[in-house]
């Protein structure tokens, strides 16, 4: 099979399951959902896919696996995710987290054709003299003299968030009295969804009522009725102090 | 006569069973702790030509099917559509309860609401208007009171009454953007020939990508309609998340939240809605969660726990013995020796009687727990106790239940059931042997006695502690290897406080402590009988005793006519005498011996010689298998001493005479690990439902405790 024969979301998937086998060993569905942030059910409807067109082994109570159609499938989406993300960062000189975002994002909509000019031009880039240097060196010069301006970090409408990357406090970092509006909820899926279900909720205020005298679990007052969270649970619900 | 059948539906905690007592009369348990019911109950009621039958669904927050219970509740539901269900709805709070009202609506069915704890909400001058409320909903409003029985026959009128109307709620809107999609899939999904699940609400769980429902789809539609019907789904899902930036479940869940609490404050006086004032539960907290008093004061109520168990019960248990003593008395003296005699005292008396002598105590256990839990200090326990259990790799609920096995691990198994987590309640069960219950006490105090006398209270601290840190080592094992799986959330409502009802407490602890009469009692008269066989067959054909009296060896010594003493000549020829009650107890180590349970002890010597055990020890650890302290009477009749209580000190000196200090702990070791007595292991298996898993502890614990001792009897022999 082809790159760019499956859809954008089945690649991205087969591409983390891969990453997750190289670097773990094993691929759960908990991280790959995690990794992708959307919820487990999407991850198993996913995997049924993948399992159908023959990319993975997977049924009830087994870790996907990659078929050897789907490790060289696998393989080809990763190499060129790698090449994508490498133009970015050595020949444009995109930074840290933007890179790896984008590429995410560019790899799936480039033709084959574009991809071997792109392929092309970064041989070009690197090897090819503009006097005396490179020319990625030259354009890096460039760059920094103020010559050429690098654009800022461009926003898409959806901002897309990463484990990790929180933006603003944590509920696990208000003190006892604080009131606060939730944000955003980082959680994994079954947390959230029992999160979801208690009706805590993005826009919903509550309040750190105590924290247990161990120091864990916490006290939260939400919609009138008392909740305890563990730290690490309150850790994945982003809020606004009121 | 019709036949009409309810579902009661409703919020943990929220009163479901006090309405379901109120409604049919029953008296099941109700506690003010989230997850009580964990069986699902079944009652029925007459009124008004209708055969009303009622079926108590486990409390649950969301149809969304996390916990046990939930996923239980929603089975029900859509596998076996009742005609109607009351949702039970606590009226003081009444938004997060109406989320599940939300999406019982959307299932479609009849509907009437139970508007629970009226008064109290009346009181705080919160409740809710059940005319408008009705009007918002579609759904007759019913004002309750459970533990009263307030309300009961107009819920039983309204009950009949939208039976006959068909009265269906009113219809869930998500607005223009989702409506439409769900109206076309719903009717694609009926279409496609779905019979069972309402097609609306399917399409509801498509969209939101549930993996059951997708399953029960895909097995009961056709491949192609399916796949079409997953396609819409799936752009759908992109659609969605394109307008609301968040996937279809979270955006769902919000515009159910939204309406749950927009009917809140419709239907709710003006005043209230904003205010929520530190009230009576946020100042009992405040002292009983307090960073200094908390864990003292649950130390007190732990403290006083075992006081009420053990000092106020033992007293009881004891006179409960005297009862079964007068009982076997009374029996020897109407019954002629032999067969049937001996089955009555020794068998059943003695084994079902062993048990159902600890009935105060349990009773009592019972009643402290009754009371943490109907005042809803129980879910300040896992509260405050989480941190550390957590740690282990359980769950803070799980203290409770390790805490009542040092009293008895069969009330402390049956505490488990608040765990929802199926995973935390095996592992929880799995090793709650290890906290030592009482009945290991009086081996613990027979073999600590006999070898380290000045320093017993050591070696009890280090036996209990042992178990303590054994069982937190296994609880660690189990949850990364068999049991492996993500923590389950610490997402836990913590109630308001409430007094509890004297009634409600008595009917708990009858409930309880019926269900651990009959059930245990049971397997244990089956396994007793067992045990009294295996110790008493085959008799010997012929007493040594008797042959040294016939061979002349033994001579009886008369005195004023009355026979006072036996005279014995031994090999050596010097003579010995012996008195009655010796020669009796020389009869009955013989006949031990002689018996099944001997000859395994014999057949297993060669297995346990390695662990520092003879064929004695070996027998008493068989016996050890119906109750632990049978362990001491069993060596007292090895040792020809009888099984009296005065005889434990003279069988210590007998054990320092024959074993070594290294038996003395390799008895220790093995006794604290190995497997859990009849009792136990009657309610492990029935309350996991498997006797694999029963049978898996049961062996498996034997199995370490033998490592265990083996390795430290080993270990031991070649250091010294």
Known sequence: MEVGVLSESLEDYLETIYNLLQEKGEARVSEIAERRDVSMASVCQALQRLNKEELITYGAREMPALTPKGNRLAQKIASRHRFVRKFLSEILGVQGEAAERDACLLEHHLSRETLSHLVAFTQFAESARAGGETVQNAFRRCEQSGYVTAPDRPHGKRRRRYKGQHEGPVLSELEPGDSARVVHLHAGCAVRQRLVDMGILPGVELALVRKAPLGDPVEVRVRGFSLSLRREEARAIEVERL | MRRINVALAGNPNAGKTSVFNALTGSSQHVGNYPGVTVDTVVGSKVHRDCEITFIDLPGSYSLTAHSDDEREARRILLHNPPDLIINVVDATNLERNLYLTVQLMELGYPLVIALNMSDEAEAAGRMPDTEVLGEILGAEVVPTVGHRGKGARELLDRVVESCDAEAHPRRVRFGRDIDPLLDSMARNISE?????????????????????????????????????????????????????????????????????????????????????????????????????????????????????????????????????????????????????????????????????????????????????????????????????????????????????????????????????????????????????????????????????????????????????????????????????????????????????????????????????????????????????????????????????????????????????????????????????????????????????????????????????????????????????????????????????????????????????????????????????????????????????????????????????????????????
């Open chain 2, 192 to 720: 496609a020939g779905e019979e069972l699940y309402p097609p609306r609400y399917a399409a509801a769980k498509l969209l939101e990508g549930d993996p059951e429902v997708v399953a029960h789809l895909e097995g009961s539609l056709p491949p192609e309609e399916m796949e079409a019907l997953r396609a819409t789904a799936e752009a759908g899902r992109k659609h969605l998340e394109d307008i609301f930036g968040d996937p279809p479940e979270v955006v769902l869940a919000e515009l159910r939240h939204g309406i749950a609490s927009g009917a809140a404050k419709e239907s709710t006086p003006e005043h209230t809605h904003r205010s929520t004032p530190p009230d009576t539960t946020h100042r009992i907290d405040n002292v009983m969660l307090n960073r200094i008093f908390g864990l003292p004061l649950f130390a007190l109520a732990m403290y006083l726990t075992f006081w009420l168990t053990f000092t106020v019960g033992s007293p009881l248990a004891g006179l409960l013995e005297s009862l079964f003593g007068l009982l076997a008395e009374l029996i020897q003296g109407w019954l002629p020796p032999g067969l049937i005699r001996s089955l009555l005292v020794d068998g059943i008396i003695g084994g079902v009687g062993g048990v159902l002598v600890f009935v105060p105590n349990i009773a009592l256990l019972f009643l402290a727990i009754s009371i943490m839990e109907d005042t809803g200090y129980m879910a300040r326990v896992a509260f405050l106790m989480d941190r550390f259990m957590h740690k282990i790799g359980l769950h803070g609920q799980s203290f409770i239940p390790m805490i009542i096995g040092f009293g008895c691990t069969v009330p402390g198994v049956m505490a488990t059931r608040v765990l929802s987590n199926r995973r935390d309640r095996l592992v929880t069960i799995l090793v709650l042997p290890l906290m030592s219950c009482s009945a290991k006490l009086p081996v613990y105090l027979l073999v600590a006695g006999a070898f380290f006398p000045g320093q017993r209270a050591l070696v009890l601290w280090l036996v209990y502690l042992g178990g303590i840190l054994l069982a937190i080592t296994l609880a660690k094992l189990l949850r990364v290897s068999v049991l492996r799986g993500a923590n389950s959330p610490f997402v836990m409502e913590l109630p308001p406080y409430r007094l509890p009802t004297l009634k409600g407490i008595l009917q708990h602890v009858w409930f309880r402590a019926r269900h651990y009469v009959a059930k245990a009692g049971t397997i244990i008269l089956a396994f007793s009988i067992v045990l009294w066989f295996l110790s008493s067959y085959p008799k010997p054909e012929q007493h040594q005793v008797n042959g040294l009296l016939d061979s002349g060896r033994l001579e009886v010594v008369e005195e004023d006519g009355e026979v006072s003493a036996l005279r014995l000549e031994d090999a050596t020829d010097v003579r010995g005498t012996i008195d009655r009650g010796q020669l009796a107890a020389a009869r009955k180590a013989e006949e031990m011996e002689h018996s099944l349970a001997g000859r395994l002890g014999h057949g297993l010597e060669p297995a346990m010689r390695p662990l520092g055990f003879d064929w004695r020890i070996s027998t008493a650890l068989v016996g050890a298998l119906g109750a632990k302290e049978i362990f001491v009477s069993q060596m007292g009749i090895l040792f020809s001493l009888g099984s009296s209580e005065a005889s434990v000190s003279r069988l210590q000196s007998i054990l320092t005479d024959r074993y070594t200090a290294r038996t003395g702990i390799s008895i220790l070791i093995f006794v604290l690990v190995m497997a859990p007595c009849i009792a136990t292991f009657a309610i492990v298996r029935r309350e996991t439902g498997s006797w694999a898993i029963a049978a898996g502890q049961f062996v498996g614990l034997t199995v370490l405790a033998y490592l265990l001792s083996l390795a430290y009897y080993q270990i031991s022999g070649l250091l010294a």
